[in-house]
């Protein structure tokens, strides 16, 4: 009985400080940001990070994250993908929304800010490679298993970044993957709770609230209730709940 509440008692201190207190002081600092108060209020325009006129003879693939609305922004980010085929002069936006139907295509600018919040490039590619998996992309996003009304869960999942990470797992000649604030990316998607990922990883979850994935992509990352904490010694990071992936090199 000693050693099962001893277990127990390390278990929650070790979730305390690993998961907890750091989600608990990104809240802080979230908190004293300035926010629209809803989503009326918030801008969605094209932030520009994006180049207005792409290169017509180049196949380019994006994707592009930003942290979502309200309180959940402390917490999570939104992701989504952007492609542009070879010929095209202007780009197409894919991600998922929790209202009508969850798959949606160029409902918003391409680089369009989200909640406000301005987006990064997460991830990159273009010319002859971006060409040849652009059409992969494109049936992995078609073949997506949860896009009829009512399939959205904000919480574990299946939600946008769900969609993105099950995107670019089955295309793993990306060698993408979605930022650790992702929260929902680790809910299983096609149904495994115990598995081998594309890219090589192992990984087990338990429905997307609580999984462990060990491989040379990511090192070992610990996902709680959404929150990821985790080190790549091969890239030399270390993921911190809501903070997200920090260098150990800078």
């Known amino acids: 009985m000693k050693l099962v509440f001893r277990f127990v008692s ?3 201190l070790f979730l305390l400080l690993v998961f907890i207190l750091p989600a608990l002081v990104h809240l802080g600092v979230w908190s004293m940001m300035d926010r629209p108060q809803g989503w ?4 969605w325009a094209s932030s520009g990070i994006l180049p207005k006129e792409p290169p017509v003879d180049k196949a380019e693939i994006y994707v592009l994250t930003a942290r979502t609305g ?40 391409a680089d369009g800010h989200w909640y ?17 998996l652009l059409p ?20 574990p999942g299946p939600n946008s970044n ?21 929260v929902g990316r680790d809910f299983p998607a096609d149904g495994r709770w115990i598995g081998q990922r594309s890219n090589g990883d192992l990984f087990a979850t338990l429905g997307g609230y609580f999984g462990i994935v060990v491989g040379s992509g ?9 929150l990821v904490a985790g080190i790549n010694p091969l890239a030399l990071e270390i993921s911190i709940p809501a903070f997200g992936a920090l260098s150990l090199s800078d």
């Open 10 to 12: 390390r278990l929650v």
């Open 40 to 43: 009326r209020h918030a801008t």
């Open 70 to 109: 309200g309180l959940k922004g402390a917490f999570a980010t939104h992701s989504w993908i952007v492609l542009k085929p070879v010929g095209a002069s202007t780009y197409d936006r894919y991600d998922v929304v929790g209202w009508g139907t969850p798959v949606r295509k160029n409902a918003y600018d």
């Open 116 to 132: 406000s919040n301005k987006p990064e490039i997460n991830y990159h590619l273009t010319g002859g490679k971006a060409e040849k």
């Open 136 to 155: 992969l992309v494109e049936e992995a996003i078609a073949a997506y298993r949860w896009r009829e009304r009512g399939d959205y869960t904000i919480w």
């Open 162 to 182: 769900t969609f993105v990470a099950n995107v670019l797992e089955k295309v793993p000649a990306l060698a993408a993957a979605t930022p650790t604030t992702g």
């Open 218 to 226: 990511v090192g070992i990352e610990i996902n709680f209730l959404g």
